[in-house]
């Protein structure tokens, strides 16, 4: 629908069945240059460089709030904001200041 309609959301909404703000927030977090599925490890490390780069923090800093997830996304430029977000909430930010992995 985004190739033959381009950015005419109303139209594309109206196909899915949602509002036209609604397709435009779902596209706006999922860009078409979004990777999906296992992070790379060229991934995570630009994930975390940019991280520690826009907050001027030191890496092995946990860095929770004051991040604009929107700019680290434009600079990691292969996942959106909320990828981005939850990959660095959910497993670097901890990794990065000192926690281990679970083994079986």
């Known amino acids: 629908l985004r190739i033959k309609h381009g950015n005419d959301w109303a139209t594309i909404g109206a196909a899915l069945g949602r509002s036209a703000s609604s397709v435009k927030d779902r596209c706006r977090l999922m860009k078409d240059t979004c990777n999906t599925g296992k992070w790379t490890e060229e991934e995570e490390k630009r994930l975390a460089e940019v991280v520690h780069e826009l907050t001027s923090t030191e890496p092995g800093d946990i860095v929770t709030q004051g991040v604009s997830w929107a700019a680290v996304a434009e600079r990691v430029g292969t996942r959106s904001e909320k990828q981005c977000r939850s990959k ?15 083994t079986k």
């Open 88 to 102: 660095w909430l959910n497993y670097l930010n901890w990794k990065q200041s000192g926690g281990t992995e679970w």
